[in-house]
């Protein structure tokens, strides 16, 4: 599976702000920027971003999934601290 292919389902299915995807073709690296998440643990959070990826793991198209997700705000202060000064 592509990364790009990976970020159009997520904007497709999950409306998120922004969604970055890096991986090899079956270990994947998900960002997910999303007021909603404001409101959910850590856990929820986690489930909703694997749910549409699910079939995706079970076919074995994705082998390994990491998933990181921030707020909006908690992603604009991230990006501005780890930017290369």
Known sequence: MDTKAIEQMLKDTLNLAEVHVTG???HFQVIAVSDQFAEMSRVKKQ??????LADKI???SMHALS???FTEKEW???RMFNMPH
Do not use: H, L, M, N
Not at 47 to 52: A, D, E, I, N, T
């Open 24 to 26: 090899d073709g079956s």
């Open 47 to 52: 489930q909703f971003v694997y749910k549409p």
């Open 58 to 60: 079970a076919d074995g």
């Open 67 to 69: 998933i990181k997700t």
């Open 76 to 78: 604009q202060r991230e």
